[in-house]
Every structure is written in C-alpha cells, then in structure tokens.
C-alpha cells in the first residue's frame, strides 16, 4: 500500500516522496500543479493532478490504489500574501482539509501527517518555542495551519466517542525549511528568503531585506532554518510509527535551535557563493513575526528525528541546486 503525499510535486513535498522511496515506501502523488512542477515528482512514482478542493479529483485518487495513510502538504502557503488574500488562503488551507479529511473517513484511510507550520505561533515572547507555548497566528495562513491541526484534533475525538476505528494523525510544525536534497529540486517561492537571494545574485541584482527595525540585535527577522532534506527525513519517521500503531504526540515542532538573521543568512550566502552581497533594505511584510526559534526535543524523542545539516550545508546545496536549475533554464520563480 502507498501513501498518498498532496502537494507532493512541490519543493517540499518532492523531497518527501524521495525520502519515502529511499526508504522503501510507495508514495502516489496528488497535486494541482499549480506551484508544483510535474518534473519535481520522481521518475516511477504516480502523479494524480487535481484540486484538494475538489471533492471529485479527491475520490478519483482514493479510489486509484490502495492507500495507507496520507502526508497533507498540498496548500496556501504564502503568510504575507495571506494578509491581502484572507479568502483564497482559507478556502485552500481549511475547506481543502475538510474534504481531504472527509475522504480519508470515506476510504478509511485512518493515518494522517499534517503539514503545519511555526507561523501558528505568532511572535511568541519566549526564547526557544516548544510544542506547548501559546498559539497567536499573526497571518490567516498561520490561522488557517492552526484550523488544520483543530480538524484533525476533533475528527479523531468523535471516532474515539463514538467506539470507531481511531484516526491517528500527527502535525509537523515546520520552522524555515530551505536547501536542497537533490539538485533538481530547488525552492521556487518569490517569497522566501532563500529563493529571493539567489534568484538577485543570478540576475546581477542586490537582494531585499524586508525591515531593520524589528527588535532583534541586527535589526532583521531571526529564523530557525532547517534543511529541507532534514524535514522530509521527519515524515517517513511520522509515517512509519503511525502505521505501526506506536504512540505519538499530535504536534512536533521541527526546527534545529538555532536562531540566525536575515543579515547572517546574507552573509553565509556571500561567503559559499563568492558573491558580494549589498542588500536593497524594503519595508517589513505584513504578517512577518521579529523572532522564532523552537525546541526540536519532542521530536528527538518520540520521532528518533534529529535535523542534521548546518547552515553551510543548507546554503550549498540551495546554490547548488540552483545553478544546475539554471543550466537547464529552471531557475525561475512561481
């Protein structure tokens, strides 16, 4: 039986399906293509294009092959363009799930991973951010993941109210997720850090600082950045527990502890790639939190999960990825 990975021709997605195949575990394909590339998606794995809210596409690839349990990445991900968007984000993020999680109960397909994401919390007041602090959405994207984490917390209550067979799902609260795991994959959002510098150097122009004026030492937004490859390591580890019955928490931050600049990150990008970078400084985007680094020991613990790769790493395979995108005539934003 395969797992079902929506949004699984994305940046993240992809690298979950070659995770899973390398470690022996079938995965099907279900995404609208429409921030995904078809050729993200491995050779040999089935790719369903269609609409998570399309209650039709979604029957169509439950009833293609037996499923075993679904990885929910497929979504609105962009906080800031949120803000403007409110509507667009929820109808994607929250009524998406409704019917993605109807079709589960349909199919009974009772094994769900959750893409969630740190922006739930807001600005938390607190150094490192566990599972437990506070959640104070800052953008109807991080409402919209919170909403997400909601509906599977009350599917699964009614089941076990009513003496049904359990819906076992978990949320990976994802922090910064960049670099790369295979050199044809890269990041394509033109609106995350890393992409957005690269993409500059490539064109001969400075790269964009949104804001100097957050309460940080340097001025600029601190991340927890985790490689990519780090993050899809977590789901087969979510994946292989949940289908084997052993216990989970419903929420795991992942991240690595670490909190780094915008600046520092400019830095590091200028050093691995040999690039003098001299950033354009533009006015903070709306819904961007000052800080956010979490505590990955849940994770550690139930998961066996530990985030491996530092941030050379992440920076040089990013370049490298996208330098092999541009040889190509890939390395495009959207």
Request: hydrophobic share 45%.
């Amino acid at each position: 039986m395969a797992w079902l990975v929506t949004g699984g021709a994305g940046y993240i997605g992809s690298h979950v399906v070659r995770a899973f195949r390398a470690n022996n575990m079938e995965a099907i394909v279900f995404d609208d293509l429409s921030t995904g590339r078809k050729e993200f998606v491995p050779d040999g794995v089935p790719l369903v294009q269609g609409s998570i809210t399309s209650s039709v596409d979604l029957a169509r690839v439950f009833e293609a092959a037996p499923i075993e349990g679904v990885v929910h990445l497929a979504g609105f991900k962009y906080a800031g363009v949120s803000v403007q968007t409110p509507l667009a984000c929820y109808s994607i993020n929250v009524e998406g799930m409704r019917l993605l999680l109807e079709a589960c109960v349909r199919h009974q397909v009772m094994n769900f991973v959750f893409s969630s994401s740190a922006a739930v919390f807001g600005t938390p007041d607190v150094e490192l951010v566990d599972e437990d602090t506070p959640k104070a959405p800052q953008s109807p994207y991080g409402e919209s993941k919170l909403i997400g984490e909601w509906l599977c917390r009350d599917l699964a209550r009614s089941r076990e109210v009513a003496g049904l067979t359990p819906f076992n799902w978990t949320a990976l609260r994802y922090f910064n997720v960049v670099g790369s795991g295979a050199r044809e994959v890269f990041d394509v959002s033109p609106h995350n850090l890393f992409p957005l510098v690269l993409d500059a150097i490539s064109n001969g122009l400075p790269p964009k600082i949104f804001g100097t004026d957050y309460p940080t030492p340097d001025g600029t937004c601190v991340r927890d950045y985790i490689h990519v490859g780090d993050v899809a390591a977590a789901h087969v580890a979510a994946a292989r527990k949940l289908a084997a019955g052993a216990p989970l928490s419903n929420y795991y931050n992942l991240g690595r502890g670490e909190g780094l600049s915008v600046r520092q990150i400019m830095d590091a990008v200028a050093e691995v790639t040999g690039v003098a970078l001299v950033p354009e400084i533009a006015p903070r985007r709306p819904g961007d939190p000052a800080r956010i680094v979490t505590s990955a020991a849940r994770a550690n613990a139930d998961l066996e999960w530990f985030a491996h790769q530092d941030l050379e790493s992440m920076v040089d395979s990013a370049w490298s990825a996208w330098r092999y995108a541009a040889s190509v005539g890939a390395a495009r934003l959207g």
